[in-house]
């Protein structure tokens, strides 16, 4: 597993091998004490701006998961919707918003849960995955797993059957990874 260690001496690793690494590294800027100080946001602006390198995220993660794997995309709230609607296009499903307290209009399964710099609740609506879809999630940044956790536990409690996870950076220093366990983790960029 990489480590901070790693990524100051230089190495850039990822599930998808280094050039795409590489690749993303060179559009994800580090935003220091944002939302709060202590924390290094990492914005991926850069990357979503960039045609070119926006569509190959699209087209690794694809690549990696595999499209016959999953029969939706699910996308977490907010920077996740990006992804997972351009997956979902590119591959011919459709998409499923994890989204934060409030905005689902009918019923929801919920979950609170703590993140990197606070707590938040996140819902899916009860019949989004009826018949037992195989979902591919997906989300920009994996920092301490929370919420890749509750995401993927809502998931399950309405009767999806998680296909993969991908995130486009993994904060593999906060642990993400252990968090979740035995789910499988694909990270383009692991830090
Ligand atoms: P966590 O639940 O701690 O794994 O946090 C992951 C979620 O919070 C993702 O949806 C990220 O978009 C966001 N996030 C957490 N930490 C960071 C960070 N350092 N930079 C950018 N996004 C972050």
């Known amino acids: 597993m990489a480590s901070a260690g790693d990524s100051q001496a230089g190495t850039v690793t990822g599930d998808s091998g280094a050039e795409?690494?590489?690749?993303?590294?060179?559009?994800?800027?580090?935003v220091l004490d944002f939302p709060k100080p202590?924390?290094?946001?990492?914005?991926?602006?850069?990357l979503f701006g960039d045609g070119r390198v926006f569509r190959r995220v699209v087209d690794e993660i694809i690549a990696y998961q595999d499209v016959d794997s999953f029969d939706v995309v699910a996308g977490i709230e907010a920077r996740g919707?990006?992804?997972a609607s351009a997956i979902a296009y590119a591959s011919g499903r459709g998409v499923v918003p994890v989204r934060k307290a409030g905005k689902l209009?009918?019923?929801?399964?919920?979950?609170?849960?703590?993140?990197?710099?606070?707590q938040a609740t996140l819902e899916v609506h009860t019949d989004a995955f009826e018949g037992?879809?195989?979902?591919?999630?997906?989300?920009?940044?994996?920092?301490?797993g929370g919420t890749a956790q509750a995401t993927l536990?809502?998931?399950?409690?309405?009767?999806?059957?998680?296909?993969?996870?991908?995130?486009?950076?993994?904060?593999?220093?906060?642990?993400?990874?252990?968090?979740?366990g035995s789910r499988p983790v694909h990270a383009l960029l692991v830090v």
């Open 20 to 30: 795409v690494a590489r690749l993303i590294a060179s559009r994800v800027t580090d």
């Open 38 to 46: 202590g924390i290094v946001f990492k914005d991926l602006s850069p």
């Open 81 to 83: 919707f990006m992804l």
């Open 105 to 118: 209009p009918r019923e929801v399964l919920s979950v609170a849960y703590d993140l990197e710099y606070g």
């Open 132 to 144: 037992g879809a195989r979902v591919l999630v997906v989300d920009d940044v994996l920092a301490t």
């Open 153 to 180: 536990d809502l998931i399950e409690g309405v009767g999806g059957r998680v296909s993969g996870f991908s995130v486009v950076v993994d904060l593999s220093f906060l642990g993400g990874r252990d968090r979740l």
